[in-house]
C-alpha cells in the first residue's frame, strides 16, 4: 500500500523518531534480552472503540527495523472499529520489532486519538449543513500529521500555516486600526484568501467591504450567530470559532453558519488506547 501526506516525509520522520528513541546506544534491553535470531509475532489491537488513523506510519518503524518483516493491515485508516478489534498483525526479528513498538505505538495512539475525537464532533452536527474545521492549535513538528488525522475523522483542514491565506485577528485589527483598515491593506498586498475575525456584528459590514472573503464570528453566543449570518446574507463565508465543545457544537452549527473551528480536536485529544500484544508463533 503506497501512503503519502502532501509535505510530509514519512521516512524522514521515522528515521528522526527512532534516532531519538536509541540514541548513541541503541535499545540495550532488547539486545541483552532477546537471542539476535528470535522471531516475533504480534497483534495490535484497540481497547477503545475508535476512529483509526495512522497505521501505515506505525508499520513503516517496523519495516524500517526489519525490512523483511510480514505485516498485514486488518483495518485502514478512517474505519470506526468497536473496542476489541485487531488492527495489525506482525511477523518479523523480534530485537528488530520490539525496538519499534514504542514509536509505532505512539504515532498511531496520537493520531488515533485525533481522528476519533474528529469524529465525535462531525457526529454532533450532522444534518447541520455546516463542516468543521481545524485550526493551527498542533504541536510544533506534527501539523502535517494531526491535520491528516482530523481530515481521517471527518473534518476539513482550516489554513497550514501563516502563508496560504491571511486571517485577521484582534491584535491585527489594533495595530491596523480596525478590522476595515486591516482588510484593505490584506487586499492591496495582494493576498486572495482574507479571512477576519470579528466579535461584534457592527465589525461585519467594513470587513466585508474592505475586502474580507471569508468572516470568523469569534465567541459569539448562538442568538448572536444568527444575527450576525442573517446579516452577512450570504455574501461570503461564515466560520463560528472560540470555546466551542461537544456540548455546543451543535447548538452553535444549528445558526446556520459554513463552518465551526475546533482547536480542541488536535490540542485536548487523549491517545487512544492501543496495545500491541505477542502471540504464539
Known sequence: MTFGIEGFDLDAFVAATLAEDMGEGGDVTSAAVIPANARFEAVMDSRDAITVCGLEIAAAFFRRMDAQATIELLVADGDRVAAGTALMRI?????????????????????????????????????????????????????????????????????????????IKDNHVAVAGGVGPAAALAKAAGIATIIVEVDRIDQIEPAIVAGATHLLLDNMAPDVLRDAVAFVDGRVPTEASGGVTLDTIGAVARTGVCYVSVGRITQSAPAADIGLDFAEL
Do not use: C, F
Request: a positive charge; glycine letters at 10%.
Open 91 to 167: 511477523t518479523g526479528n523480534a530485537r528488530a520489532l520490539l525496538t519499534a513498538e514504542r514509536a509505532a505505538l505512539n504515532t498511531v495512539q496520537h493520531l488515533s486519538g485525533i481522528a476519533t475525537l474528529t469524529a465525535a464532533y462531525v457526529d454532533a452536527i450532522a444534518g447541520s449543513g455546516a463542516t468543521l474545521l481545524d485550526t493551527r492549535k498542533t504541536i510544533p513538528g506534527l501539523r502535517r500529521l494531526e491535520k491528516y488525522a482530523t481530515r481521517t475523522g471527518g473534518a476539513r483542514n482550516h489554513r497550514m500555516g501563516l502563508w496560504d491565506a491571511a486571517m
